[in-house]
């Protein structure tokens, strides 16, 4: 086989649509445009969400969530991750030293039974122990 022989899959093309060949074609008459009107005529565009006029699905349905600009903090059960409570000092980075954090966290709250007695640990200004909030 050289380049010379080479041919293309069977399938792989297709016939050129010729509109606008006559009614026989099938293809004919409005050549596949539909009837008259503003779609059927050269360089036809409408806005993206257009709906002829009808009320547009983005304005008919309601407006749904609300992002607060205040962020929230990252939730840490204490009874669940019993390595918090050996800690000396509790900040940020001693927390992830023990348990894994994103580095986009920038609050964390401990919850549980057994937070409000860490609270004396506490030396970041970004920990707080169920409202709790020492610096």
Same mark, same amino acid.
């Given at each position: 086989?050289?380049?010379?022989?080479?041919? +293309?899959?069977n399938?792989?093309?297709?016939? #050129?649509?010729?509109?606008?060949?006559?009614?026989?074609? *099938?293809? *004919?008459k /409005?050549? #596949? !445009?539909?009837g +008259?009107?503003? #779609?059927?005529?050269?360089g036809?565009h409408? &806005?993206?969400g257009?709906? *002829?006029?009808?009320?547009?699905?983005? !304005?008919?349905?309601p407006?749904v969530g609300? /992002?607060?600009?205040?962020?929230?903090p990252y939730? $840490?059960?204490?009874?669940k991750i019993t390595?918090l409570?050996?800690?000396?000092? =509790?900040?940020?980075e001693? $927390?992830?030293s023990?348990?894994?954090?994103?580095?986009?966290?920038?609050k964390? &709250?401990?919850i *549980?039974?057994s937070a +409000?007695s860490?609270a004396? +640990? =506490?030396k970041?200004?970004?920990? =707080? /122990?169920s409202?709790?909030?020492?610096s």
């Amino acid at each position: 086989m050289g380049l010379e022989n080479l041919q +293309k899959a069977n399938g792989s093309t297709h016939k #050129t649509k010729r509109v606008g060949r006559g009614c026989g074609s *099938g293809m *004919g008459k /409005t050549a #596949t !445009r539909g009837g +008259k009107g503003q #779609t059927a005529r050269t360089g036809s565009h409408q &806005k993206r969400g257009f709906e *002829g006029g009808q009320q547009p699905l983005q !304005r008919r349905l309601p407006k749904v969530g609300f /992002t607060s600009k205040f962020e929230k903090p990252y939730v $840490i059960n204490v009874e669940k991750i019993t390595a918090l409570k050996e800690l000396n000092e =509790i900040s940020i980075e001693s $927390i992830k030293s023990v348990h894994k954090l994103s580095s986009s966290v920038k609050k964390v &709250k401990l919850i *549980g039974a057994s937070a +409000k007695s860490l609270a004396s +640990k =506490i030396k970041d200004a970004n920990v =707080i /122990t169920s409202g709790v909030k020492k610096s």
